[in-house]
């Protein structure tokens, strides 16, 4: 078997596009519901991750066939390594789908008072009035949604931050949405997107089959 195997390069592109596929199809279906949805930063990131993560393993066909186990292994470490260092830290912002940039200002300043936290927006950027809780963001419309980094100046000012992220959640739970365009869209791409690898893996299923017992047997 050679790495350029055409039912090898059909797993790979099965392995590597589906999560791509399904990503699409989870955010579609996200921005379908009537309420937005609040993740911290740090399970965003682990998730977006396990989408792009199929990409590294382009090269192991062609280490575990000239039998480059050291290789393979050093990248493996240095993989880790990455991810590790790139992992948010726990309570260092969250992201939030399915909301506009305008109605996720006014649930912020709305949590805020329900949370006795007075403060105001420099910008993008909602400060208290002590100068020690700061929330900032930045908007990706084409998927709906606000990444937040929060900037806060000891444990408890930290925990002022979670009281907030509690009053916005039950914000969401009593928002009513219509479902957007964008989330019909996200959802189309996503199942076409989806569909494209398993045709590829199903013409070379047999193929498959064979070339991984050949590469791992």
């Known amino acids: 078997m050679t790495t350029w195997d055409p039912a090898l390069h059909s797993l790979l592109a099965f392995l590597n596009i589906a999560p791509i596929g399904i990503y699409f199809l989870v955010i579609g279906l ?15 990131f682990v998730a977006l991750t396990s989408v792009l993560a199929p990409f590294v393993i382009w090269p192991i066909p062609a280490l575990a066939a000239a039998r480059q186990w050291t290789l393979l292994l050093a990248g493996l470490v240095l993989a880790a390594i990455a991810f590790w260092r790139l992992l948010p830290r726990p309570h ?27 403060g105001k927006w420099h910008g993008r950027t909602w400060q208290d009035a002590a100068g020690e809780l700061s929330f900032s963001y930045t908007t990706f419309s084409q998927l709906r949604n606000v990444s937040v980094q929060i900037q806060a100046d000891g444990g408890n000012v930290a925990s002022h931050a979670e009281r907030i992220g509690a009053r916005l959640d039950a914000q969401f739970e009593r928002m009513e949405q219509l479902p957007s365009a ?23 299923a047999h193929d498959v089959a064979q070339a991984v017992a050949r590469l791992f047997g």
């Open 30 to 44: 996200i921005n379908s519901h009537s309420r937005p949805l609040r993740l911290s930063s740090r399970t965003d």
């Open 92 to 118: 260092a912002g969250w992201v939030i789908y399915n909301i506009s940039e305008g109605r996720w200002r006014s649930a912020l300043e709305a949590a805020a008072r329900a949370a006795g936290i007075v």
């Open 182 to 204: 964008s989330g019909a869209l996200l959802l189309i791409v996503g199942i076409l997107v989806t569909l494209f690898p398993v045709w590829l893996l199903g013409r070379h």
